[in-house]
């Protein structure tokens, strides 16, 4: 994770710094995917007293968290900063895991696994025609294919109807 720390109107001092970055360094054992933590260090006029003004903008792989908190010591407030971002992140991870609880388990394998139903037909009649007659009683019939003995070649064929309107032709040789 990368810890870019600044400094504005305020002395930047390396103590500050390395504390910063230490306690945002420990909010990784709570969001492992940080890919980077900007901190603004700042002291601010407010409400007539100078105040010590933490904020960050932490960018994870599925989250983006801004936050800021104020105090009169500028390590109190980068403290009480931590704090509200680990609050962020156990709420999105609380979120997370209640979508992913109430949805209900998809079972991938469950269409491969189950087995189509197959019909069975034992006393199919393979009658003896040429190809215009098959074509004519395929159309007749409702069927996807008819199975018949081709008398031009003797062969025992398979015609069927593709999805494009043509026909495809399989001579089975026995």
């Not at 949805?103 to 139903?117: C, G, H, K, Q």
């Not at 006393?123 to 215009?132: A, G, T, W």
Request: zero cysteines; hydrophobic letters at 35%; aromatic letters at 6%.
């Amino acid at each position: 994770m990368d810890i870019v720390v600044t400094f504005k109107h305020l002395e930047p001092t390396e103590a500050i710094k390395k504390y910063a970055e230490t306690k945002i360094s420990k909010i990784e054992k709570y969001l492992s995917n940080i890919i980077e933590a900007h901190v603004i260090l700042s002291m601010e006029r407010i409400q007539h007293k100078e105040s010590g003004v933490a904020s960050i903008k932490l960018v994870a792989k599925n989250i983006t968290i801004n936050a800021q908190e104020e105090s009169p010591d500028i390590y109190a407030a980068i403290d009480l900063l931590t704090d509200k971002v680990e609050a962020q992140i156990k709420k999105h991870k609380e979120k997370t895991r209640e979508k992913f609880q109430d949805s209900e388990p998809i079972d991938i394998f469950a269409e491969e696994m189950s087995t189509p139903y197959v019909e069975i037909i034992s006393n199919y009649e393979i009658k003896q025609m040429d190809l215009n007659e098959a074509i004519n009683k395929l159309n007749k019939k409702n069927e996807n294919f008819i199975i018949f003995k081709n008398k031009e070649s003797s062969k025992n064929s398979v015609l069927f109807a593709k999805n494009n309107g043509e026909y495809a032709m399989i001579e089975i040789n026995s």
